[in-house]
């Protein structure tokens, strides 16, 4: 396996080919952010509604590279132990229970309460070693011999503290572990950290990350995706399904369509057999891409106005 930082893009134009050949269909803001993040090894944080692909801009770019994808999924009261190590503690029990057991063998030969105190704290750095660790998603990432893509998900939704807690990994790429020491990365990862914006994040932690903004596309973007990952759906019905979802994108609702829900939708479409976009076809599936009753009703006073005009050619 490649190191992570072995082949350096060349140009934005290669890297934006490289997502297209992997089936991940971006604008140049997107593909020259990940081009500058990869050479000058700068975490990115990036930002936008749920749906918009900021998960699979990570996946995508790990593919790309041929590196492992090491994910790390947050939640309120994520802490320092689930996102970094624990300890084994059933497999200190066993080895506690074993020294108890060798107990005569071990402090054989030891002259005094001084010499059987020393070798009783010999046993005591095996206990606290690497062999008893168990590692999680940063560990994992920091200790990767070839790198990796480093995807700390919704960082939005942890504390404070947490948040805190990243700022000595993403500035040095180590951290210090008390019974061990320091653990440095072997190849620094390549971060992504996603934020869905349901609360700011601190100045100290956007200063160490390039910012990235994911918003909905506009019209052709979404028609390059759907043709990409819906490929059998025929060209007229994917300009009616955009044009349809594009225009609910504009009403008050409570959540608007993102492009996994148009992807679901046409697929959805595609699995009914549909031709062209109707009323009752609308109607009956409306709840693929809408998630709220409320927003359902509000849509399909309007469903009849939107076919039309995602269907010009039609009275």
């Known amino acids: 396996m490649k190191d992570l930082y072995q082949d350096t893009f060349q140009s934005v134009e290669e890297i934006q080919k490289a997502f297209e050949t992997h089936n991940y269909i971006c604008n140049t803001q997107i593909a020259t952010c990940t081009y500058i993040a990869y050479n000058l090894q700068k975490p990115v944080m990036v930002e936008g509604p749920a749906g918009v692909g900021k998960t699979e801009l990570a996946k995508t770019t790990a593919d790309i590279l041929g590196v492992p994808l090491v994910r790390m999924q947050c939640y309120e009261g994520l802490d320092e132990s689930k996102a970094l190590y624990e300890w084994k503690y059933g497999k200190q029990l066993l080895y ?23 070798k009783l704290r010999g046993q005591e750095d095996l206990f606290f070693s690497e062999e008893f660790l168990e590692p999680r998603p940063l560990y994992r990432a920091l200790q990767e011999e070839h790198g990796c893509v480093l995807l700390i998900d919704e960082i939005d939704k942890s504390d404070h503290e947490f948040e805190a807690f990243l700022l000595e990994i993403l500035s040095e790429f180590q951290v210090s572990i008390p019974e061990i020491g320091t653990l440095k990365a072997n190849i620094k990862p390549l971060v992504f950290l996603t934020s869905n914006n349901t609360r700011e994040m601190s100045d100290a932690l956007k200063r160490r990350c390039l910012h990235l903004h ?11 995706i759907l043709e990409t990952r819906v490929p059998s759906l025929a060209g007229n019905l994917r300009k009616e399904v955009v044009s349809f979802v594009q225009q609910i994108r504009e009403l008050d609702i409570k959540k608007v369509p993102s492009i996994s829900e148009t992807i679901d939708w046409a697929r959805t479409l595609l699995l009914l057999h549909t031709e062209h976009l109707d009323s009752d076809t609308v109607r009956n599936t409306l709840n693929v891409i809408l998630k709220f009753e409320e927003d359902i009703e509000a849509v399909n006073e309007q469903a009849s106005n939107f076919i039309k005009k995602a269907r010009p050619h039609t009275e």
């Open 214 to 224: 994911i918003g909905f596309p506009d019209e052709k973007l979404e028609r390059r």
């Open 96 to 118: 506690t229970q074993l020294l108890k057991d060798k107990l005569s063998e071990i402090l054989a030969g030891a002259e005094g309460l001084k010499q059987s105190m020393t």
